[in-house]
Nanobody, 114 residues
Framework: VHVVESGGGWVRPGGSLRLSCAASGSLWHIFTMGWYRQAPGKERELVAG???????HYADSVKGRFRISRVSANNTAFLQMNNLKFEDTAVYYC?????????WGQGTQVIVSA
């Protein structure tokens, strides 16, 4: 499975960014896409996930600010990030949970700074 992500960049606090992720390859008919993030000196944490069947889930720290969506027809997911905060600064990694096997994107930097 090949995972390619795009988006990210620099934004001021309160601003918005949108991440995109595209998956290709041998995908199970039920799989989850989403994002983890890793800030400097911290462990990687789950941000949001969206299965093609089921309920989306979010980290408590991003609920109400981030929204994940998906276009199943072309295995693409999006993470709309609004009202960004300093603590959202991290490298964001798109993932695909393909029947328990994880594949990762290359990571994209999000910097929230004044």
């Amino acid at each position: 499975v090949h995972v390619v992500e795009s988006g990210g960049g620099w934004v001021r606090p309160g601003g918005s960014l949108r991440l995109s992720c595209a998956a290709s390859g041998s995908l199970w008919h039920i799989f989850t896409m989403g994002w983890y993030r890793q800030a400097p000196g911290k462990e990687r944490e789950l941000v949001a996930g969206i299965p093609n069947l089921g309920v989306t889930h979010y980290a408590d720290s991003v609920k109400g600010r981030f929204r994940i969506s998906r276009v199943s027809a072309n295995n693409t997911a999006f993470l709309q990030m609004n009202n960004l905060k300093f603590e959202d600064t991290a490298v964001y990694y798109c993932y695909v949970d393909n029947n328990g096997v994880y594949s990762w994107g290359q990571g994209t930097q999000v910097i929230v700074s004044a």
